[in-house]
């Protein structure tokens, strides 16, 4: 609860950076499209900054548009697997976590107002071709924004590498736990005995990267 009361805060968090890989997003193309009524291609927001980024530049950040309506709340499952009669203390406690997580978020709902919430652009870094989402809190200021787009330049030591290091090495350990459970499946399958149950136990562990089975 403090750690995502942290990081949504405007000014305790405002160190926080987020670095997201990118997605299907055309927010800044619709965005120059009303403005300046560009005839723009339907392209997503990073293609749209590496084409228009000389190396060392990034996007005037812009807010999110819709999350005014983030909330997080708590509702009974009713799928196969609820149960019939939910234990009324457990009920409570769940919509007391839920309430307390919704009010850590608050931060996050004025992002339309000047100084708050979320700024997001994209950084072609000095030695890239290729550009960086970057999220970072509004309330830091357009002087913070300099500063880090000189961190992350100084991050991303291209052309062999696309992104910052530290995300970089993050993604490294992430693609590396499938072969490490794929190792540890094959020791534990080793020391079974024979029964035949047993080994179903390491084989249905989820290890790809699609999410299916092994």
């Not at 357009?142 to 030591?157: F, K, R, Y």
Request: proline fraction near 6%; include cysteine; charge should be neutral.
């Amino acid at each position: 609860m403090d750690a995502l009361r942290l990081l949504c805060h405007d000014t305790e968090g405002a160190r926080i950076v987020g670095l997201p890989k990118a997605d299907s997003s055309t927010e800044f193309r619709d965005k120059y499209e009303r403005k300046y009524a560009f005839d723009l291609p339907s392209v997503t927001d990073r293609v749209l900054a590496t084409e228009v980024l000389e190396r060392g530049e990034m996007l005037k950040p812009r807010k999110p548009e819709n999350w005014q309506r983030l909330h997080i709340f708590s509702r009974r499952s009713t799928g196969e697997d609820a149960e019939q009669e939910p234990d009324p203390r457990v009920t409570q406690h769940v919509h007391q976590i839920a309430k307390k997580l919704d009010a850590a978020i608050e931060p996050l709902r004025h992002c339309r107002e000047a100084g708050h919430g979320i700024g997001i652009t994209y950084l072609k870094p000095h030695s890239s071709d290729t550009c960086v989402k970057v999220e970072y809190k509004a309330s830091a200021g357009i002087d913070h924004g300099t500063w880090l787009a000189g961190v992350l330049s100084a991050e991303v030591p291209g052309p062999h590498m696309q992104e910052p290091y530290g995300q970089f090495v993050a993604d490294l350990w992430a693609k590396n736990i499938s072969i490490a459970a794929e190792a540890l499946a094959a020791a534990t399958m080793h020391k079974m005995s024979d029964q035949r149950w047993q080994p179903y136990l390491a084989l249905g562990y989820r290890t790809r990267a699609a999410g299916g089975h092994q």
